[in-house]
């Protein structure tokens, strides 16, 4: 229930004023759509849903870790290393921050030794 789950973040989000008790419903609505647009293999909205989170909360760890596999997803492997960078560094325990990290270094490190 995926999509439906989608649509009742975006009427939430509508509903919402500028006060600062809905910035942090915001935050958490565009949190939440961002995951159901990864679930939705929707990797573009999932970026669109996890920066606008950010923007309100700029350390809000699960947008950092989802935008990250959004941006991985698309190839945009610097921009997933920085948010993955960012996740592990703020969540020391985050291992899929780590894993993501780990991961893009290793791709990318390969991709540099093979052009070169």
Known sequence: RIEEAKEIYGKALSACTESERDLDIKCDCF???AACNRQLYLP???????TAALEINPSLVKSLIRRGQAYESMEKYEHALADFTLAARLAPNATIAYQGASRLRAFMNKYDAGNN
């Open 44 to 50: 573009e909205e999932c970026v669109a849903d996890a």
């Open 31 to 33: 949190a939440n759509r």
